[in-house]
């Protein structure tokens, strides 16, 4: 079955260079999370876009600014980065629907391990 | 913030059922109960969810209180596979990953 794809996996830059994240959800999965995990740190919640539209807003830094395209894939652009930025960036991706009984499991990507050097 | 409460951490015997507890006095009626767990480094992985009634899928069994005040997700045999952080999860609309318990399972 198909996945979440992200792309790079393993990403380097230095400080105050931008990066730009990609996620691929799973086909006709409508929905699209970003998380960041720093060392040692449980994931957390960055922002998420439903049907292209931002749905949610976490502890994004104003740095950091994301879309969903038409095909649905999702960017997270990172500007000014800084050594803290160092962390594993995931995506993961539902299939909302418009349901309104709570949300529906979220199928994580593998990734992306973004360095700040 | 998280409104759960887990152990930080737990081992089982390799093959024996693991029991992995989660408070949430405060869980609200429209609320329902998300499990995950992350094996180390990878994406976070779905387990399993439920409202009220018990449920029960190929990794595993939840187990929740009538007054929805805690749960018990059971990994019925344990394998070495099954070693991960196990984050109990409950909100309406987001996920947002608490304190986990470190489950060891031991050969």
């Known amino acids: 079955a198909a996945g979440v794809i992200q792309s790079p996996r393993h990403l380097i830059k230095e400080k105050r260079e931008t990066a730009t994240l990609k996620c691929y959800p799973i086909?006709?999965?409508?929905?699209v999370y970003w998380y960041q995990q720093g060392p040692g740190q449980d994931p957390q919640f960055l922002i998420s876009?439903?049907?292209?539209?931002?749905?949610d807003k976490g502890s994004i830094p104003d740095r950091f600014s994301a879309q969903q395209f038409s095909d649905y894939h999702s960017e997270l652009n990172m500007s000014s980065l800084e050594l803290g930025d160092s962390a594993l960036y995931f995506c993961?991706?539902?299939?909302?629907?418009?349901?309104?009984?709570?949300?529906?499991?979220?199928?994580f990507g593998p990734g992306t391990r973004l360095t700040v050097l | 913030d998280a409104k759960t409460t887990q152990p930080p951490s737990m081992d089982c015997a390799e093959g024996r059922a693991a029991n992995l507890p989660c408070n949430h006095s405060?869980?609200?009626?429209?609320?329902?109960v998300y499990w995950y767990r992350q094996i180390h480094s990878q994406g976070p992985q779905y387990i399993i969810h439920?409202?009220?009634n018990n449920e029960t899928n190929e990794m595993a069994s939840l187990i929740i209180t009538e007054d929805r005040k805690s749960s018990t997700l059971i990994l019925p045999h344990a394998t070495l596979r099954d070693t991960a952080v196990y984050y109990c999860?409950?909100?309406?609309?987001?996920?947002?990953f608490g304190p986990g318990t470190s489950l060891s399972v031991i050969p």
């Open positions: 993961a991706s539902s299939w909302d629907g418009g349901w309104a009984g709570g949300y529906n499991e979220q199928f």
């Open positions: 086909p006709r999965h409508d929905t």
């Open positions: 876009f439903y049907e292209k539209m931002q749905s």
């Open positions: 405060t869980i609200s009626g429209n609320e329902y």
């Open positions: 439920g409202l009220k």
């Open positions: 999860i409950v909100n309406y609309d987001k996920v947002i």
